[in-house]
Structure formats: C-alpha cells, structure tokens
C-alpha cells in the first residue's frame, strides 16, 4: 500500500448507473487529485483539491462530479456514463500543489472501470 | 503548452544489462521533474523527483539526470532485475503551474 487507498478497485456499470469511487489518504497531504488513464494515453488531470477547495477542473463533463469533505477523502461521483469513459482512474495526493518532498505524488492502486 | 515525450517506447534487456530511459519536454521553465513506475493494471509508484535546480537524483540503483537547459531527463537503472519490468513515466512540473504533464511511457522488459 502506498498510503493513498481508492475503493472499489473494480466496478462495472451500466449508462444509467450511478456510482461512486472512493480515495483515502492519511499522509497529512493538503492537496488530492484525480487522473484517467486510457489505454494507450498519457494520463489525464480532472481534477485538483487544495486544502478541500477545488482549484482545477480540466474541462471534465459534468457526469463526472467530485466531492472532497476534507483534506483525507476524496470521492467521484459517476452518472450516465458512456462507453468511452472505461479507463483507469486515478487518485493522487501531494503535499502541498508544488511539493518539495523526495517522492512528490502518491497515487493510489487506481480503479478499473468498465461502462457496459 | 509542456509537451512530453519518451522514447523508447518498449525496451527489452537481458538480466544484469544496465537501463538508460529517456525523456524530453518542450518548456525549459519547469518546478520539478518526477519519474514514476507502473505495474500492469496498477497505480503508479513514485520512484523519485528532482527539483529544477539540481542536476540528479539517486536511490539505489536509480540514477536521475537533469538537464533543463535541452529539456532532457534520463533514468538510469544499474544491473537490471526481472523485477523491474514495468512501464516507467517521467511527469513535468512548470514553475508557473502545478499540473503535471506526463509522458507516454517507456515499458521495459528484463528477460532472465
């Protein structure tokens, strides 16, 4: 574990489906993140939480929704996906948006998502 | 916009064969530089960040150079392991904005 927890580590859902994923950090980071990586692609920045402010939305469609409670939980709330949103999402944490740290990012095992 | 490029795409070596991974961007005004790895249907796992005013960065057999001035970043692996077969991404970090910007990755394979 590399302290950064995403849950489920598999979903499968349908178009209609509402779904939540799930990212958990107890590294005392301020700042979380989430990334898409498709098959072939470099990742993909979503979204950026800072000290629980979101301070980045990469043009993500609105059927992606993220919520951040506090500075350890991270969600992303799913609905009416399409097929080409199967990918591997990503959570990451770091200790301020500029770290300085050896390690810099943590990035959770990811969630495998399938859009049937 | 940092554009990121890694070549090779795919690297396969024998056992014991030394690795060199190349990266290069576009935009010299970087924060920092990050080289991660990824196993197959895996997160990735930071395996080291060098700041834009050094010149390396080492941890274990790992070796990161930087050079900004050509927008080049190289990783050095010594004597090469199976298990160091995975795909490895290098991410740039603009000093104006804390988005990072990722290769596509190299994936190697170190046949026993």
């Known amino acids: 574990e590399t302290g950064v927890t995403q849950t489920p580590r598999h979903l499968v859902m349908g178009m209609t489906n509402k779904k939540s994923l799930k990212c958990e950090q107890h590294?005392?980071?301020?700042?979380m993140y989430w990334y898409k990586q498709s098959a072939k692609k470099p990742l993909e920045l979503m979204f950026v939480?800072?000290?629980?402010?979101?301070?980045e939305n990469n043009s993500v469609p609105s059927r992606f929704s993220p919520e951040c409670p506090n500075s350890s939980h991270l969600f992303l709330h799913l609905h009416t996906l399409q097929p080409e949103d199967s990918a591997l999402y990503l959570c990451?944490?770091?200790?301020?948006?500029?770290?300085?740290?050896?390690?810099?990012?943590?990035f959770g095992s990811g969630t495998r998502l399938t859009v049937v | 916009k940092q554009e990121v490029t890694q070549i090779p795409a795919a690297l396969s070596v024998p056992e014991g064969e030394n690795l060199v991974l190349n990266c290069s961007f576009t935009?010299?005004?970087?924060?920092?530089l990050q080289w991660f790895r990824q196993d197959p249907g895996k997160g990735l796992t930071s395996l080291l960040l060098?700041?834009?005013?050094?010149r390396e960065q080492t941890s274990g057999r790992l070796n990161a150079s930087l050079d900004k001035s050509s927008g080049r970043s190289t990783l050095y692996i010594a004597a090469s392991q199976p298990g160091d077969s995975a795909t490895y991404l290098c991410?740039?970090?603009?000093?104006?904005?804390?988005?990072?910007?990722f290769g596509a990755g190299t994936t190697v394979t170190v046949r026993a």
């Open positions: 990451a944490s770091s200790q301020d948006r500029f770290p300085t740290d050896f390690y810099g990012y943590t």
């Open positions: 590294l005392g980071h301020n700042a």
């Open positions: 939480y800072n000290f629980k402010e979101q301070t």
């Open positions: 935009d010299s005004a970087i924060y920092n």
């Open positions: 060098i700041q834009s005013s050094q």
């Open positions: 991410a740039v970090m603009l000093s104006n904005d804390y988005k990072l910007s």
